[in-house]
């Protein structure tokens, strides 16, 4: 969809007048986004590109739109405007406010906040370490140049008793700070365990795709001092290793099959920091 057929699209629906401003994201490397200014008001429309297959984060229009619904009223995501399936557009309002610069003790309250939202109807990730490292074999498997690193042992762990509305790609889409933090970017959500997101949000290579330096020793444990949820500090030190397999081995992946060459250099860093954050566990 042009700009033009947007802000066509738009004042049919009565979202838009003549004196709208359109202004373009850059950086998306799926969808069409868009920052909407009519009035008073500053709108984010996403036009969704085609699905995904054999990625991490499928691209789910319809489950963005019923994530936003789920977590209206608990200041963890942007506020729905509308959502129409028959040309994969989505318009919530824009979140003031910059992006992430390292406030973790607001990160830890939105992800607690986060845990009210009912999370049956969207799809089921693994929960268990040899299932997320399966995961991770089948992305080092489509690689030319595997890594040398061993593969970690699966530990055994139970499904929590508590399952969650899970974002899974944390890490860079933070927006504003303290009690208006907010997490943007909703296409890929998920049932699934709190550690997946606390894991997309601790993790070096997320921050490093996310063009951030990697957390601080003193950052992560504050951190975990603001969440003070010990049981899940016990939990994601059995799982961490898992996630960080998996996310190398998706690293490594999407290193060899893209274009650009700025963003595979950035691929390979994640990679090796992703591998270093794996062996610190295993």
């Not at 802000?7 to 986004?33: M, T, W």
């Not at 939202?117 to 140049?145: M, Q």
């Not at 899974?168 to 889409?173: A, C, E, K, L, Q």
């Amino acid at each position: 969809m042009t700009e033009l057929e947007l802000r066509q699209y738009l004042s049919n629906v009565g979202l838009v007048g003549i004196p709208a401003q359109f202004h373009k994201f850059s950086g998306g490397l799926h969808n069409s986004v868009w920052r909407v200014d009519t009035g008073d008001r500053r709108l984010v429309a996403k036009v969704f590109a085609a699905p995904t297959a054999g990625t991490l984060f499928p691209n789910l229009p319809e489950k963005e739109a019923d994530a936003l619904r789920r977590l209206e009223g608990l200041d963890v995501a942007p506020n729905l405007v509308g959502f129409w399936p028959e040309v994969k557009l989505l318009v919530y309002d824009y979140v003031d406010g910059e992006m992430w610069d390292g406030d973790v003790v607001g990160a830890a309250h939105l992800l607690l906040r986060k845990e009210v939202a009912d999370p049956t109807g969207f799809r089921r990730v693994s929960l268990t370490c040899e299932d997320i490292l399966s995961e991770g074999d089948e992305f080092f498997v489509r690689c030319k140049n595997k890594p040398k690193e061993f593969r970690p042992h699966p530990i055994a762990i139970s499904v929590p008793e508590k399952l969650s509305l899970i974002h899974t790609d944390v890490g860079v889409n933070l927006v504003g700070s303290g009690g208006g933090l907010r997490l943007i970017d909703w296409q890929c959500p998920a049932v699934g365990d709190i550690c997946e997101d606390i894991y997309s949000f601790l993790s070096p290579a997320f921050q490093i795709l996310g063009e951030r330096p990697q957390l601080s020793g003193e950052q992560i444990k504050s951190f975990w001092d603001t969440l003070d949820r010990p049981d899940l500090a016990r939990r994601y030190s059995k799982l961490r290793a898992a996630f960080a397999w998996r996310f190398a081995g998706y690293c490594a992946w999407r290193a060899e099959i893209l274009d650009d060459t700025d963003i595979c250099g950035r691929y390979r860093f994640a990679l090796s920091a992703e591998l270093k954050y794996m062996e610190d566990f295993v």
